[in-house]
């Protein structure tokens, strides 16, 4: 097991470090004002794109992939450190799904996509400084980063894709064009994972992956299955090669329908790309017959080979690059930023009746406001429920049916609910009557 295209990652980024809550110390002040420092920002996750990788196996590993959270504000205004950043490396040509829709292709070496966000560092006492509140006992958590479950599926670049029957001389076919080193050998099935090789002709070069044999019923999942076929499915063009001899006893004619039927099952584009019909080994007794009863069905669009001798296979790379010359590539997924999406709903919310008194409220806000809320400071405590009720929390829960001590749940936290009105912010010094009396579960 050594070539693995498909993984699950599990990323989490950094949490936020912690504001600092904190007071100026002079010998002949009493009161010196605050100097509680801001958390640092969590570390990101980030997939970097890496021309010398061709597997995933190293997240197969170890998939759960996390970054450090953010250092804790300090006294004197100390900003807390970042957290460093989490790079992984994936192969070129990694294309990376989020609860099942495309979200990135990283198709080109370097490049980066940030797969979790870290979360911003919670701010100290003194960025809560105003002129209404000049000595705030109010400091946040770092709020939580971002987690993400992926899947990551590696979808080679190459410009020609070469398929066929099992041991129809695909891997023959690469070794010849270009300077890979495939295993080639007189059985089926000799070829278990994609071979990749750069081909010259004319001055033209091209990416060229040999991937395993195909035979009937593959898309149901026999043989090595079509899940190799991915590895064509961005190439610009397939060279179909047919092996006189036939397989398996299924005449030359119908197999080419066969291997016709397993690319149309694969779905996505196989079916509509440009393709080339070899007749390959020509220098066995079969092929004049057969090769005649070809050309009879598809007249010029199949051509005739021997990837041994090396004949007819000059008429074959001038088909590939006059066909690569038609078709610009490489085939990119258009991945939809989902950020977008995310952003459009960062302030919104559900509340849920769970029945027996208890309500959910659930949303990107919300929750991060509970998680960064530092439950033992009222004037915290209360800056947070004035929040719930400004972006509407309060009349959504009414609605839901709350009433006084049910409990309401957010995140990892909850508090119970009560119809007292709020107080005026920001709260005096010493009140500890707070409507939200619990921290956290
Ligand atoms: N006589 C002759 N034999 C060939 C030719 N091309 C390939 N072969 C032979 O056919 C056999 C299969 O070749 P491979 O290149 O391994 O075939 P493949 O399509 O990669 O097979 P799988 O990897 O099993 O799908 C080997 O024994 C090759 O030497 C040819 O043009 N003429
Ligand atoms: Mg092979």
Redo the contacts with the bound molecule.
Sequence with gaps: MNFIDKVRVYAAAGNGGDGSLSFRRLKFLEFGGPNGGDGGKGGDVWLEAAARLTTLMDLHFRPHVEAPRGGHGKGSNKTGDSGADLVVKVPVGTVVYRDGALVADLFKDGQRWRAAEGGRGGRGNNSFKTHANVAPRLAEKGAPGERATLDLELKLLADVG?V??????????L?RVSSAK??????????LSPNLGVAWHKNVSFVVA?I??LIEGASQGKGLGVQFLRHVERTRVLVH?V?PAGYMGEEPLAGVKTIERELKGFGGRLADKPKILVV?????PEGEAVFKAFKKKYRDRVLA?????GEGLDAVLDRVIQELAKHDGPELFEARAPAEALHKVEQGFTVHNLGGGVFQLRGRFVERASAMLDTALPEAVSRYQHTLKRIGVDRALKKAGVRNGDRVRCGGFEFDWSDAPLRKLPVKKGDKRTRIGVGKK
């Design positions: 070469l066929g029957f099992p041991n129809a001389g695909k891997s023959s076919f070794a495939p295993k080639i050998a007189a059985y089926p099935f000799t070829t040999d395993p044999g090669l092996d390959n080994k020509m220098d066995q080979a021997s990837v041994a001798t």
